[in-house]
């Protein structure tokens, strides 16, 4: 996983700043730590205490729309052929539609030499200010999304 291998100063700064995944001009580490998901999950609900609530679930993803942290990659069963290059598009369906409507989730096509085949990609494009559509979207479509100051990362909370 690309953003988990960096130094432990990730971790102090998350602890000591609740706001750490606001936006934010601050200087942070762009990665973070080595860490299993299982301690990467229990920070992120210890930091946004409503990721323990039921009704939402939290992510994380990069600028190309493919998951970091999903409470899926957390099952017993999981294997590491089943978490590289797990996209929004294929666990949360209804976000990356409206996401996709909405201009924030930009489909894009290049060219494969090798294959000689056109292939598509994703860019993600959240504004500073971040994506929120928990008091105002559709059943099924309310989440927010903050960009992780720093990095390519992005925190979606979700409301199930």
Same mark, same amino acid.
């Given at each position: ?6 130094? =432990?100063?990730? &971790? ?9 995944? @606001?936006?934010?001009?601050?200087? @942070? ?8 998901? !299982?301690?990467?999950? @229990? ?9 323990? &609530? ?10 190309? *729309? %493919? ?18 290059? /797990? ?7 209804? !976000? ?11 489909? @894009?096509?290049?060219?494969?030499? &090798?294959? !000689? ?5 994703? &860019?993600?494009?959240? $504004? $500073? ?17 903050? =960009? /992780?100051?720093?990095?390519?990362? /992005?925190?979606?909370? *979700?409301? %199930?």
């Amino acid at each position: 996983m690309r953003l988990f291998n960096q130094s =432990r100063s990730a &971790e102090k700064q998350i602890k000591t700043n609740p706001n750490y995944f @606001r936006h934010s001009t601050e200087n @942070r580490p762009k990665r973070f730590p080595h860490w299993s998901f !299982i301690s990467v999950f @229990r920070l992120l609900t210890d930091t946004y205490p409503k990721c323990k &609530e039921i009704s939402y679930e939290c992510f994380v993803l990069d600028g190309a *729309g %493919f998951l970091i942290m999903h409470k899926d990659f957390l099952s017993p069963d999981i294997t590491a052929r089943n978490l590289e290059y /797990v996209h929004i598009t294929a666990k949360e369906k209804d !976000i990356s539609e409206d996401l996709l409507k909405k201009g924030h989730l930009i489909k @894009r096509q290049c060219r494969n030499m &090798e294959k !000689i085949d056109m292939e598509n990609f994703y &860019e993600l494009k959240i $504004p $500073p200010q971040g994506v929120n559509t928990l008091t105002t979207g559709q059943r099924c479509r309310k989440y927010q999304l903050s =960009r /992780v100051g720093g990095s390519n990362a /992005v925190l979606g909370k *979700g409301l %199930f």
